[in-house]
């Protein structure tokens, strides 16, 4: 189920952004072009897998969450990681495997560990260990929680399921972020999901909240209550109606244009620029202009 | 003392002098304590961090990585070892992974184990040996428990490697005694690496060394003694306490051979070969020789089980055709 995306005219206005709210939404977008402009001109090596359309997301959650919380991401984690660690040199750096590089190398785009962030590019496969991570802090840090990014289809896996009923069972502090963002690779998540992601929490007595709001503002008053009510041992799980803009990795996009055309329409890229133009054309500006320096700067620097 | 007792005994210690140990798995907490009763008395004593859990071998293990994760340390019951092939995504693409794929080296101290092994009739789904699946994996490794080691020094070594260990523990060891070995063999203590040897007492050149971990031990021990008594061939036996990464002092002797139930075709023991043809070669007098079940699934019909499994009439028709022809 991805938001019904209106024209992008139909659409009601945002409410005011923070300046650095909105500087970090250009950032990491700004990330993700660069890193596509990059793989076009041969620059990059292996795949990668951008979150364009999906920004707004770890971006709305952060100030959710706490230094103190664990975060786990995914194969899509490059926005989950800038909104954590604003470090796009360093992200950067690690996927193209050069000095100053978060994990030296090794891990690439879906496999990076910094303090208490974590990207693993098995889907699913993160529950479990964050349900691990969980007890941990239930016992040793009470009040912090361990927050994981799914995708929908995540839920084909397993995995997803049996931490569920852990976390339910246990009353862990996990909190569950799924991006629904209607399609799985190439797959449209209604040929692969029967049923319902409300659905599922409701299976396992778990808490479910649902948004299509890309209004940051809005999202953090929506999940707030919530969020806090996880740290207390009530295991929360959260459905972002998205939308990918971008393809799976590279070049591997089979919808019609028509639809993607559909999807931008609703992107809080162009909402943001609609309603606060002034503020939206300066922060761009200069996020596009950071990236260019990081991307010039990194990809002069010696191998990791 | 009983192979049980003992793995019970390291356990209780070891939840005593680690105050951040959990551990996990199906129907451990008393008053069952466990499908073999190896967990028996941990809940009572330690109700927070012996926790029985849902059937979910992958969460479990995914449980335990986390908790390694966060600085603690975990053990992982799985139920029965043939389970553990429905944890090894968390084992090999996490567990393991994560001990180096972050650039720097994060320390993960979880041990699962795993009851393998048949010889009780379970059938072919709760009777195997899945060593040989988890072996060459970076970041992983793997023990097996032995009458001949005491389990606390294995889990110590274990934990203290700070990466995932799998510990492999042969169902029909449980209820046989611990350091026992029939006359006129005679036992040492382990070496540095925890391989325990079992010789004559001469000092002697013996016909053959055999390399047989702890589940084969005492078949391979009977085996030894009818060799002996009955073909004067005499055998010097090496128990390693760590299957892999496999290392070994090898003692004086030509001919070799490795004794393992799991089925044939990519076993340890082609592993273990592999090792000796290494450093060994030029003193040997043929390739080292495998003994191990047959390519077969384990029936559960007495009959039809023996006809599979690695016995000591196996081990003693193997060895005795081999140096006799």
Not at chain 1, 9 to 24: I, S
Not at chain 1, 247 to 274: F, M, N, V
Not at chain 2, 117 to 122: D, E, P
Not at chain 2, 171 to 180: A, E, G, H, I, N
């Amino acid at each position: 189920m991805t938001a019904a995306a209106p024209a992008l005219e139909h659409a009601p206005p945002l409410t005011e952004p923070a300046e650095e709210d909105l500087a970090l939404l250009l950032g990491i977008r700004a990330f993700e072009l660069t890193l596509l402009d990059l793989f076009g001109k041969g620059m990059l090596n292996g795949t990668t897998h951008t979150c364009l359309g999906q920004e707004y997301v770890p971006v709305a959650l952060e100030p959710l969450l706490d230094p103190r919380d664990h975060v786990f991401s995914n194969h899509r984690g490059h926005g989950h990681y800038l909104a954590r660690h604003r470090d796009p040199e360093g992200l950067l750096a690690e996927i193209m495997g050069r000095r100053g590089a978060v994990c030296g190398g090794v891990g690439g785009s879906q496999h990076i560990r910094r303090e208490r962030y974590l990207s693993t590019g098995v889907q699913g496969e993160s529950l479990p260990v964050a349900c691990g991570v969980a007890l941990h802090l239930r016992r040793a840090e009470p009040g912090a929680l361990a927050c994981v990014y799914i995708g929908d289809g995540s839920f084909g896996e397993g995995a997803v399921y049996e931490a569920l009923n852990l976390a339910s069972l246990w009353s862990l502090p996990l909190l569950v972020v799924v991006e629904n963002n209607g399609i799985a690779q190439s797959t449209p998540t209604a040929d692969g999901l029967a049923g319902s992601i409300a659905g599922r929490a409701a299976a396992f007595g778990v808490e479910y909240r649902h948004t299509d709001s890309v209004d940051v503002n809005v999202i953090r008053e929506q999940l707030g209550p919530a969020v806090r009510a996880v740290r207390a041992g009530a295991p929360l799980l959260v459905e972002f109606a998205t939308r990918r803009l971008g393809p799976h990795s590279k070049g591997d996009d089979t919808r019609p244009a028509e639809q993607l055309e559909r999807l931008r329409a609703g992107d809080w890229y162009q909402r943001y620029a609609r309603d606060y133009p002034e503020r939206f054309q300066r922060l761009d500006r200069q996020a596009r202009e950071r990236m260019a320096a990081v991307a010039e700067d990194v990809a002069a620097r010696g191998l990791s | 003392m009983r192979v049980a007792e003992n793995l019970n005994a390291a356990l209780h210690g070891l939840l005593e002098r680690t105050p951040d140990l959990h551990l996990l798995g199906e129907d451990v907490t008393d008053p069952y304590g466990g499908a073999f009763r190896i967990t028996r008395g941990l809940s009572t004593r330690f109700p927070e961090r012996v926790l029985s859990t849902p059937i979910s071998e992958n969460a479990i293990t995914g449980v335990a990585a986390g908790l390694a994760l966060a600085g603690e340390s975990a053990i992982v019951e799985i139920m029965f070892g043939d389970f553990a092939t429905l944890a090894f995504d968390q084992l090999v693409n996490f567990a393991a992974k994560s001990v180096s794929m972050y650039g720097s080296r994060v320390p993960m101290r979880m041990v699962v184990r795993c009851p393998v092994g048949g010889g009780r009739g379970y059938g072919p789904t709760h009777s195997q040996s899945l060593q040989k699946h988890f072996l060459g994996v970076p970041g992983l490794a793997l023990y097996e428990v032995s009458p001949f080691r005491d389990n606390a020094e294995v889990f110590a070594e274990m934990f203290a490697r700070q990466e995932p260990c799998v510990l492999f523990e042969d169902k029909v060891l449980y209820t046989r005694p611990m350091y026992q070995v029939p006359a006129p063999f005679r036992l040492e203590q382990p070496d540095g690496r925890g391989t325990a040897r079992v010789s004559l007492d001469a000092a002697a050149e013996p016909d053959c060394v055999v390399i047989a971990a702890g589940g084969v031990a005492e078949r391979t021990l009977e085996a030894m003694r009818s060799l002996l008594l009955e073909q004067e061939i005499v055998c010097t036996l090496l128990v390693p306490s760590r299957l892999y990464p496999f290392e070994v002092e090898l003692p004086p002797g030509r001919q070799v051979f490795v004794v393992e139930e799991g089925t044939a075709g990519g076993t340890w023991g082609a592993e273990v070969a592999h090792v000796i043809h290494s450093a060994h070669w030029g003193r040997l007098d043929r390739p080292v020789t495998l003994v191990h079940s047959a390519d077969s699934v384990i029936p559960t019909a007495p009959h039809l089980e023996r006809e599979v499994l690695v016995s000591a009439g196996t081990i003693h028709r193997v060895i005795q055709e081999t140096l006799r022809g």
